[in-house]
């Protein structure tokens, strides 16, 4: 038997900080633009099974792109004599970016983990160019309990590091099969890519203050957050929802912190929902 995936894949040229990037994204469906962020350390494959689905896709058109760094994207020229760190100001201006050159207009922005950071940081700073965001996994401001080390060092393998890591962050219900396919994007990981990654998840704590700013009258903010998420718990979820004037939190229980990559099945439900209370 065999079948070929709906799914779409194309480069696109941008400029970022005055450097040319050639950026992956893939897409499937049609209608109301989503843009999908994959989190650290990984690609747009974490949203495969939901750009799979026929009954999501048929009135949404989604859209998930490769990070600079990161699965089908190439480092920028150069690349070899720097070091990667992810830095909130790059991120912000790398979806801008992709939002622009797709001719996007007002999509919705779903992110996980740190891709959920960043839609809260956008919906306070450039809200207007979304209708709504989806915060998956995300809260205020989470500081390491790890060594972000460990991850790009030359007596380890980062990318084994990196899934050794996140093992602990997948819920025990998620399928096998689905739990090893997400460990296997982090073993693939670019040489130190989810220790910069990490940089910006772990040390900025920007968006405390900027919460508050965030207007769900014009752009509606949902935070969803797995029960079995140690890095983001339920508990920061709420916090960050509580300091977001009209947001609204759900709790998915028996998921982790990537959902729609361990445990596609009892995420969708999630995601439905959460498309339900994005603008048309």
């Known amino acids: ?24 994204f893939e897409e499937a469906g049609q209608g109301r633009p989503v843009l999908c962020l994959h989190t650290a350390g990984a690609d747009t494959r974490q949203w495969r099974h939901l750009m799979n689905d026929a009954e999501v896709t048929a009135n949404n058109r989604l859209i998930a792109f490769d990070l600079p760094w990161h699965g089908k994207s190439l480092p920028p020229e150069g690349f070899e004599t720097e070091e990667y760190l992810l830095t909130t100001e790059a991120y912000i201006e790398t979806v801008l970016a992709i939002v622009e050159a797709l001719e996007l207009e007002t999509p919705v922005l779903a992110g996980c983990s740190m891709g959920g ?44 590091m990196g899934a ?40 900025d704590e920007s968006l405390i203050p900027r919460l508050p700013q965030i207007d769900t009258g014009k752009t509606p903010v949902h935070i969803l957050v797995g029960s079995y998420d140690l890095t983001c718990t339920p508990e920061d979820a709420q916090r960050t929802a509580d300091a977001i004037p ?4 759900t ?10 990559s361990e445990h596609p099945d009892g995420f969708r439900p999630f995601f439905i929902d959460a498309l339900a209370k994005m603008p048309v």
Request: charged share 15%.
């Open 1 to 24: 038997m065999s079948m070929i995936d709906p799914i779409v894949g194309r480069y696109v040229t941008v400029t970022l900080s005055g450097r040319t990037h050639r950026i992956y």
């Open 164 to 203: 050794a890591l996140v093992s602990a962050n997948i819920s025990p219900y998620a399928p096998n099969a689905e739990r090893w396919n997400t460990l296997w994007m982090f073993m693939q990981s670019g040489p130190g890519v989810f220790r910069g990654d990490l940089s910006f998840y772990t040390k």
């Open 251 to 260: 709790v998915m229980e028996e998921l982790g912190h990537f959902p729609m």
């Open 117 to 160: 950071r960043i839609a809260l940081q956008l919906a306070a700073l450039h809200g207007d160019k979304f209708s709504g965001f989806i915060a998956i996994e995300a809260s205020d401001f989470q500081p390491a309990w790890y060594d972000i080390d460990w991850f790009h060092r030359p007596d380890a393998h980062g990318g084994e």
């Open 246 to 249: 009209g947001a609204t939190c």
